[in-house]
């Protein structure tokens, strides 16, 4: 595999591209109108532009993606996350075409991209599940019957949902009839299947996730858990690695869970096993991500593995490089995820322009993104502009350095999560490791990040008073020929 085409934009196809130069490869980007100037179409060998900015007119045709690849020579396609990346048929048009799809086969997206069929898998490997309805419920009075077997709370989720679209708590039986309508008419909408199911609602759960590795001889490894329980709108902000809550047995249960699904579904590259932990440390399978995610640097960070050179040589066919037993868990990883969204607004996008963009630095600091200072937020895309991550010795220690690195990063003219990310590490209930998927509506509102911005304003008002006072006395003392230190201000007002 000599020239790869990255079909995806911002900073994944760009982190994408850096491990490719590092292989000596060469890479094709594709580009939408939105990203004509974008970092990602600059730092490739060659770009090819492909359509509008909407991407059913762009990233998501796969036609135009496949004549470029073969127009530029490109013998690999990597799909990212997102757009194509979980699109069997995708997968199944590359090989077709005689270029190599750096994925796992569309069979296996097939199988578990289906949450019924997924679970099927899950159960013949005696994968712990939640309890719930055995297949897909469409009849009003047999969601009913099996909402009593299950009992109350319970939830009704779309077959080939995400994100929390399709997805339904039921609290009580009279709710039961119409929020199943509700359900199958957003998941036909969302998604084009009205298919649901039904499952008991875990409480306090917490999000953990077991990343995978696979190569085409049958060698299966897994690379530990991120812990991703912080979200919003069902969707991570914060995740890290290992979690704080896990047991070497634990994780070693899981792990073995996480392999023997890969296997149950001949798995091919990385890939991620969801699981539900509730708060008795029970865990059951939750879902299969075919693709890399958008977390994976926290599982690079304490493995030392890149994960996309290993998925590239997977793909080329080469045996993994590592087993089980030479896998250890080292030191502590945190990432947030830098949205160009209003926390004080419900965490809705806030599109602009990048006025200011200066990037933290030091050790154990790393920023994956796909802007610089001046350029536009498009309003056509995920509004996500940057991953940061620390990485450190120790959990006290990593989310320090979180803390320090989110104090520098400065952006201006858009509003962003970093704030939010701030208060999250540093809460409570996230530093002592109790918290669940609930945190943001149990520990998060928007008079918190209110009050902080009104404590940091009144902070550089009683320092800017005092260094104006400290001058006026300078300027009625007689002179010695000494200077006042602008370093020893700064330690005073610190002090006080």
């Not at 048009?93 to 296996?108: C, K, L």
């Not at 998604?191 to 875990?202: K, L, M, Q, T």
């Amino acid at each position: 595999m000599q020239k790869i085409l990255i079909a995806n934009r911002g900073e994944i196809a760009l982190r994408i591209m850096r491990t490719c130069r590092e292989m000596g490869i060469k890479t094709v980007a594709v580009y939408s109108e939105a990203d004509r100037n974008a970092l990602f179409v600059r730092y490739a060998d060659e770009a090819y532009f492909i359509g509008p900015p909407a991407s059913s007119e762009s990233y998501l045709v796969i036609d135009k993606i496949i004549d470029v690849a073969k127009r530029s020579g490109a013998d690999g396609i990597h799909p990212g996350y997102g757009f194509l990346s979980e699109n069997p048929v995708f997968a199944n048009r590359v090989e077709e075409s005689g270029i190599t799809f750096i994925g796992p086969p569309a069979s296996a997206m097939e199988v578990m991209g289906d949450k019924l069929s997924a679970k099927e898998r899950a159960k013949s490997k005696n994968v712990p599940l939640v309890p719930g309805s055995d297949g897909a419920i469409s009849d009003p009075e047999e969601a009913v019957q099996v909402a009593r077997e299950i009992g109350f709370p319970l939830l009704i989720k779309a077959s080939a949902g995400g994100g929390g679209k399709g997805m339904r708590i039921v609290e009580q039986e009279s709710e039961v009839q119409e929020q199943l309508q509700l359900a199958m008419s957003e998941a036909k909408s969302a998604f084009g299947d009205p298919a649901v199911f039904i499952e008991r609602y875990v409480k306090s759960p917490r999000h953990i996730e077991i990343q995978v590795l696979a190569d085409k001889h049958g060698n299966v490894v897994h690379l530990f858990e991120r812990e991703c329980s912080i979200q919003r709108r069902h969707q991570k902000v914060v995740e890290e690695a290992p979690s704080s809550v896990l047991t070497p047995e634990l994780r070693a249960e899981m792990g073995q869970c996480a392999i023997d699904l890969s296997k149950a579904c001949d798995y091919v590259g990385a890939g991620t096993v969801e699981f539900l932990l509730d708060d008795q440390h029970n865990f059951y399978f939750l879902e299969m991500n075919t693709r890399l995610q958008v977390e994976h640097p926290v599982s690079e960070m304490i493995t030392g593995l890149d994960l996309v050179r290993e998925q590239i040589n997977v793909a080329r066919g080469e045996k993994l490089r590592v087993q089980q037993e030479d896998l250890k868990i080292l030191g502590h990883s945190l990432e947030v995820r830098v949205y160009a969204e209003d926390p004080q607004n419900n965490f809705l996008p806030d599109i602009g322009k990048l006025a200011t963009y200066r990037l933290p630095q030091g050790p154990g600091v790393r920023v994956d993104d796909g802007f610089e200072e001046g350029m536009d937020i498009p309003i056509y895309y995920d509004p996500m502009i940057a991953k940061l991550i620390t990485y450190a010795d120790t959990r006290e220690q990593a989310i320090a350095r979180m803390t320090r690195a989110i104090e520098e990063y400065q952006i201006t003219g858009v509003k962003t999560t970093l704030d939010f990310c701030k208060f999250a590490i540093n809460h409570e209930a996230f530093v002592s490791g109790n918290f669940d998927t609930h945190f943001v509506s149990q520990h998060f509102s928007p008079e918190i990040l209110d009050a902080d911005s009104e404590s940091d304003s009144k902070a550089l008002a009683a320092f800017l008073s005092l260094v104006n006072d400290q001058g006026e006395e300078a300027s009625e003392a007689p002179s010695n020929g000494a200077s006042n230190s602008n370093w020893k201000l700064k330690r005073q007002h610190h002090r006080s």
